[in-house]
Nanobody
Framework: QVQLVESGGGLVQDGDSLRLSCAAS????????GGWFRQAPGKEREFVAA????????YYADSVKGRFTISRDDAKNTVYLQMNSLKPEDTAVYYC???????????????????WGQGTQVTVSS
């Protein structure tokens, strides 16, 4: 079992940056692949970024590619999402997710992840 807690959300202006953190507890996090998803009001939860268990591979949604960076620090059991050049359309609740991984791959579907955090709100004003 893995428990995930997100932090770092807030209210920022168009073009600003934020870094979200996802702290994991309960298991050795280096055995887990991680991901970030987001859900805007009235919309489905959508994939944002994923990182492999070693951190050597990552994948991004087209909407955030070049602006967001996912990373991990296994010494701190934490996955990060650095968000630059934020836009109003990035406004959403952001969730981190994790799954046990036996290869160095990444995962993009919600159903791939059994473990989820409670979410952190990101609001970008224009």
């Amino acid at each position: 079992q893995v428990q995930l807690v997100e932090s770092g959300g807030g209210l920022v202006q168009d073009g600003d940056s934020l870094r979200l953190s996802c702290a994991a507890s309960g298991r050795t996090f280096s055995s887990y692949a991680g991901g970030w998803f987001r859900q805007a009001p009235g919309k489905e939860r959508e994939f944002v970024a994923a990182i492999s268990r070693t951190g050597g591979r990552s994948y991004y949604a087209d909407s955030v590619k070049g602006r967001f960076t996912i990373s991990r620090d296994d010494a701190k059991n934490t996955v990060y999402l650095q968000m630059n050049s934020l836009k109003p359309e990035d406004t959403a609740v952001y969730y981190c997710a994790a799954r046990r991984a036996y290869s160095d791959g990444w995962f993009v579907r919600k159903d791939d992840y059994p473990y989820w955090g409670q979410g952190t709100q990101v609001t970008v004003s224009s």
